[in-house]
């Protein structure tokens, strides 16, 4: 059971948008920046975002995340002008210094780009 | 360029140990926390260790403590993972990855507990 709530998967055509939520607590995103993870299938996680909102190097500026403002306990990823290519799990991250392992994922969320 | 490479991994029966090591390139190693982070088969990431930049503090999840102990060593630049008294459900692709955000991850080490 993931500390943080994503969606097992969302799925979307070429081109279009697909947003993916995450969810936590005052704990944890509510008090803390949220990071996204990239991930295809037998390589290791890439860092896509950082701090909330800002890309490193090298990510497309098709990758965007956000906090809420309304609900400062969730955060979510866009991808805008989805291609095949961005079919990969994707992961949100933050700290929650409430627990024995400050450094917690969410499940994990399958894109599916149909 | 940052790297991270573990090494280590291996097929161990249950109740066995195992040294994970991962060496890092690139970056001001004993600047930086450093994490390891597991993906069971099939499932999600979880990060079950992290040691300060110092190796003062440490860090584990809950079903690995007392089993596995992470620590470091900052004049060779290496991060190590000892488990002890491994159960089948260790089974996992074990990376290395570069704190506080991790921005950059290892290959993975792949740990298979089985009889």
């Known amino acids: 059971q993931s500390v943080l709530t994503q969606p097992p998967s969302v799925s979307a055509a070429p081109g279009q948008r697909v947003t993916i939520s995450c969810s936590g607590s005052?704990?944890?995103?509510?008090?803390?920046?949220v990071s996204w993870y990239q991930q295809f299938p037998g390589t290791a996680p890439k860092l896509l975002i950082y701090?909330?909102?800002?890309?490193?190097s090298g990510i497309s500026d098709r990758f965007s995340g956000s906090k809420s403002r309304a609900l400062a306990t969730s955060a979510t990823l866009a991808i805008t002008g989805l291609q095949t290519g961005d079919e990969a799990d994707y992961y949100c991250?933050?700290?929650?210094?409430?627990?024995?392992?400050?450094?917690?994922f969410g499940g994990g969320t399958k894109l599916t780009v149909l | 360029e940052v790297l991270l490479m573990e090494s280590g991994g291996a097929v161990v029966q249950p109740g066995g140990s195992l040294r994970l090591s991962c060496a890092a390139s690139?970056?001001?190693?004993?600047?930086?926390?450093m994490h390891w982070v597991r993906q069971r088969p099939g499932k999600g990431l979880e990060c079950i260790s992290l040691?300060?930049?110092?190796?003062?503090?440490?860090r584990y999840t809950d079903s690995v403590k007392g089993r596995f102990t992470i620590s470091r060593d900052n004049t060779r630049n290496f991060v190590y993972l000892q488990m002890n008294n491994l159960r089948p459900d260790d089974t996992a692709l074990y990376y290395c990855s570069k704190g506080p955000g991790g921005d950059y991850w290892g290959q993975g080490a792949l740990v298979t507990v089985s009889s």
């Open positions: 991250a933050t700290w929650d210094s409430s627990l024995s392992i400050p450094w917690v």
């Open positions: 040691i300060s930049w110092d190796g003062n503090i440490t």
């Open positions: 005052n704990a944890n995103i509510g008090s803390n920046y």
């Open positions: 690139g970056f001001i190693f004993e600047d930086y926390t």
């Open positions: 701090d909330n909102d800002k890309r490193p």
